[in-house]
C-alpha cells in the first residue's frame, strides 16, 4: 500500500481559497487512482473528488466550478485547489488511493488513506 500524507489546510474566510496536497510514498503512484474525501462533524464522510492515472478528474456537484483537483507524477503529489470557500465547505479533509482504474466516490473501495487535514471556513 502507498502511504499517502495530507497538508495545506488551515482557516479562512467565506470565498478565500486554500490548496491542500497529498503526498505519496512509493515509485508506483502513477498507478493508483486518487480521491478526496471530506467529513464534517455530524455528517458522513463524503467523495469530493477524484484523478485517474491519466488525470482525468471527476467531482461532486456541490463543488464543481470551485475545486479543483491535479496530480503531479513526477512529484507523487495530488493538490486540491479550493476557491470561493462556503462555511459548508468546514471539514477535514483525506486523500485516497485505490489499485481500480475507476474513480469511485464510495470510501471503502479505497485501499489507502491520509491522516486528513483540518479545513476552516470563517461566515
Known amino acids: 500500500q502507498v502511504r499517502l500524507v495530507e497538508s495545506g489546510g488551515g482557516v479562512v474566510q467565506a470565498g478565500g481559497s486554500l490548496r491542500s496536497s497529498c503526498a505519496a510514498s512509493?515509485?508506483?503512484?502513477?498507478?493508483?487512482?486518487l480521491g478526496w474525501f471530506r467529513h464534517a462533524p455530524g455528517k458522513e464522510r463524503e467523495f469530493v473528488a477524484g484523478?485517474?492515472?491519466?488525470?482525468?478528474?471527476v467531482y461532486t456537484n456541490s463543488i464543481k466550478g470551485r475545486f479543483t483537483v491535479s496530480r503531479d507524477n513526477a512529484k507523487n503529489t495530488m493538490y486540491l485547489q479550493m476557491i470561493s470557500l462556503k462555511p459548508e465547505d468546514t471539514a477535514v479533509y483525506y486523500c485516497?488511493?485505490?489499485?481500480?482504474?475507476?474513480?469511485?466516490?464510495?470510501?471503502?473501495?479505497?485501499?489507502?488513506w491520509g491522516q486528513g487535514t483540518q479545513v476552516t471556513v470563517s461566515s
Open positions: 512509493g515509485p508506483t503512484f502513477n498507478t493508483y487512482t
Open positions: 484523478i485517474a492515472k491519466d488525470g482525468v478528474p
Open positions: 485516497a488511493a485505490r489499485l481500480g482504474l475507476a474513480i469511485l466516490s464510495v470510501a471503502t473501495q479505497y485501499d489507502s
